[in-house]
């Protein structure tokens, strides 16, 4: 099922749409003050009414004898209106006389009366509600003399409500007035949207024409001569348009397939343009951090390009070496035709290690090959060139083929790392049992095992399974045990045991009673090829020096880490993970 499409009004709609909601809330406004102030006056008129009947009141009671007040204002009654309630309150709140009520004696205390209550603060209150007395509605009117309250009450009928409901006159005149205007808006809009729709029409017909740019006619007014004259413009700017995206997209191309970094600058050397890798170069070859790719024009460490800047030659082209901080950076100038020129940092670091560390390994492989040939030549040379018994004969020739052994593990294992390293994807992965791997590794080092009186157990449950190469697997516990083999004494004990899983690992943990590493400061380095804990340790003991760095490269092939420390109880333990299968 497809999406619905989002409606969208076009800007004649939109425009008429804000012009009627602003015209509408102002119509709205205009209703509501006038029918509130129309209420107002007729309020006000019934108010005046009924102060007057108070004023009338009082001037009886003043001309009337002190000692009776109910008679004068019942006589006074007669000229009232006959729905007109009368009521006199003392200032204490008592209920003095009130005609609708005949036993004023059940009357409570009337100063709490919303009426009473505002006449008391600001000489007369009025209010509209339901007698407490006689459960009739009232419009009430009380005004405050120096020594009592009178207060005139209306039945709230229905005539009064009629008269105090606004005139719907006025809401008819303003209804059409509202729909006139609303006329007037839409042909305003309509002539205002008619430039913005054809310079809209103009643009899309132009996105989609990569030719001519087409003609359009725009209506003269101020909007019209603006239209114009964006057309006027997007026509100068077509010819130049494909020409600059598609420098844009080279230059684009450069900068984002390249790890380097770039910044062009201008004949005058101003920056132009850079990416973040050569602000991040920079800084770091800079003695101080800086955000102006131009400081590179003023550090001493680009001098020799600065120099060629300021003295270019025919090629157009210099380059440095920088090496600061442990790192390796190599800097180029490129001069353009225009001046203007590019400088690019690449960091080098990663291809001088390697570089290094290829030296080093050669001269390694060299210094570990030298010792087996070279005792494999003098044994073949002593044969060879002096008298000797067959007894020592057959001893030369003996120790002649243990050199050629450690020779041939030698080559062995650095195939393997090489192997491990440049081509992971050759190593086939299985389910591979753990306790039957073990059981096998047994079985082969069952005589050197005796020999050195290891006892190697384990405490791992049947079913555990790690997806991995079985030949990898295999010789990370092969070469950790003859690691303890050659190097932790006799008569020591191994322990392999699964001490933990998450989802996706399984954590092993490999440890012996042996001899431990005293100074801790080598465990960092156990895995280092050709490293050892003592100078000719691994000759005086055999092996090719290279076991524990085939551990941790296996174990790194199954997306594993691997650790050394000393056990406290003595010995060394090895804690790794594998996945699971």
């Given at each position: ?5 989002t409606m969208?009004?076009?800007?004649k ?13 102002f119509?709205v406004?205009v209703?509501?003050f ?7 006056f007729k309020?006000e008129?019934l108010k005046e009414?009924l102060r ?11 001309q009337a ?9 019942k006589?006074l009654l007669?000229?009232f209106?006959?729905?007109?309630r009368l009521t006199?309150v ?5 209920v003095i006389?009130d005609?609708a ?7 409570e205390?009337?100063l709490d009366?919303?009426?009473?209550a505002?006449?008391?603060?600001g000489?007369?209150g009025t209010n509209?509600r339901?007698?407490?007395s006689?459960s ?6 009380a005004k405050r003399?120096p020594s009592?309250?009178?207060r005139v ?8 409500r009629?008269f105090l409901?606004?005139?719907n006159?006025f809401i ?7 729909l ?5 808006i839409h ?6 949207g008619?430039?913005?729709r054809?310079l809209r ?11 001519s740019v ?13 239209a114009?004259?964006i ?9 130049s348009?494909?020409?600059?995206a598609q420098?844009?997209e080279k ?9 380097e ?8 050397r ?8 050569f602000?991040q170069?920079l800084n770091?070859?800079a003695?101080e951090?800086n955000s102006?790719?131009a400081a590179a024009l003023?550090d ?7 120099d060629?800047?300021?003295n270019p030659d025919d090629?157009?082209c210099?380059?440095?070496?920088i090496?600061?901080?442990g790192?390796f ?13 590019e ?7 990663k291809?001088e ?7 080093e390994?050669t001269?390694?492989i060299?210094?570990?090959l ?8 003098g ?5 060879m060139?002096?008298p000797l018994?067959?007894?020592?004969r ?6 002649a083929?243990s050199?050629t052994i450690t020779l ?9 790392i090489a192997?491990?390293e440049g081509?992971p994807s ?6 591979v049992?753990?306790r039957?791997l073990?059981e096998?590794?047994k079985?082969d080092?069952?005589i050197p095992?005796?020999e ?5 157990t384990w405490?791992?449950?049947a079913?555990?399974?790690v997806?991995g ?5 295999y010789?990370?516990?092969?070469n950790?045990?003859?690691?303890v083999?050659?190097h932790a004494g006799?008569g020591v004990?191994?322990q392999v045991s ?6 996706d690992?399984?954590y092993?943990?490999y440890?012996?009673?042996g001899?431990g590493i ?6 960092s ?7 050892r804990?003592g ?5 005086d003991?055999g092996?090719s020096?290279?076991?524990?760095s085939i551990?941790k ?8 880490a691997?650790v050394?420390?000393n056990r ?5 333990e090895f804690?790794?993970n594998l996945?699971?299968?």
């Open positions: 099922m497809k999406p619905m499409k969208r009004l076009r800007y709609q939109r425009l008429f749409l804000y012009f009627g909601v602003i015209f509408v809330l119509t406004g209703v509501v006038e029918r509130s102030r129309e209420r107002f309020t008129t009414r007057v009947y108070a004023d009338v009141a009082n001037a009886t009671l003043l004898a002190d000692s009776s007040r109910q008679q004068p204002l006589t007669s000229t209106p006959q729905d007109i006199l003392g200032n204490r709140g008592e006389f005609n009520v005949s036993d004023l004696s059940v009357m205390n009337h009366r919303p009426e009473v505002s006449a008391r603060r000489g007369e509209i339901t007698s407490a006689n009739q509605p009232y419009i009430y009117y003399y009592y309250y009178i009450a209306m039945p709230y009928s229905m005539s009064v009629s409901k606004a005139d006159l008819y005149f303003i209804a059409a007035l509202f006139l205007m609303l006329l007037l042909v305003v809009t309509g002539r205002l008619k430039s913005i054809q029409d103009f643009i899309v017909c132009s996105e989609g024409d990569e030719g087409p003609s359009f006619t725009f209506p003269q007014d101020e909007l019209g001569e603006i114009a004259s057309v006027e413009s997007y026509r100068q700017l077509k010819s348009r494909k020409k600059i420098e844009r230059l684009l191309q450069h900068v984002h397939t390249s790890e970094g770039i910044c062009f600058f201008s004949a005058n101003q920056v132009e343009f850079y990416n973040g890798l602000i170069y770091t070859i003695d951090a102006n790719p003023s001493p460490s680009f001098g020799q390009l600065t060629f800047l300021a090629s157009g210099a380059g440095v070496q090496s600061k901080h790192r950076f190599s800097a180029l100038v490129n001069i353009f035709d225009d001046g203007s020129f400088m690019i940092i690449n960091d080098a670091t291809h290690k390697t570089s290094r560390l290829k030296q390994m001269g390694n060299a210094h570990e030298r010792t087996p040939v070279t005792s494999i030549r044994y073949l040379e002593t044969i060139t002096q018994d067959s007894e020592k057959q001893a030369f020739l003996t120790k083929y050199q041939s593990e030698l080559i062995h294992d650095m195939s393997l192997k491990i081509a050759s190593f086939a992965l299985e389910a049992n753990i039957s073990l096998n590794l079985g080092l069952e095992l005796q050195k009186g290891v006892s190697l405490s791992i449950a079913d555990v399974t997806k190469n079985r030949n990898l697997l010789s990370i516990f092969r950790l045990t003859d690691n083999i050659r006799s004990s191994v699964m001490y933990g899983e998450d989802r690992f399984y092993f943990s440890s012996d009673t001899a005293p100074n801790e400061q080598h465990l380095r156990l895995f280092e090829r050709f490293y804990v100078k000719g340790r691994t000759r003991t092996g020096g290279l076991g524990l551990v490269n296996a174990v790194a092939f199954h997306r594993g691997i050394a420390k406290a109880s003595g010995g060394l804690l790794f996945p699971k299968g």
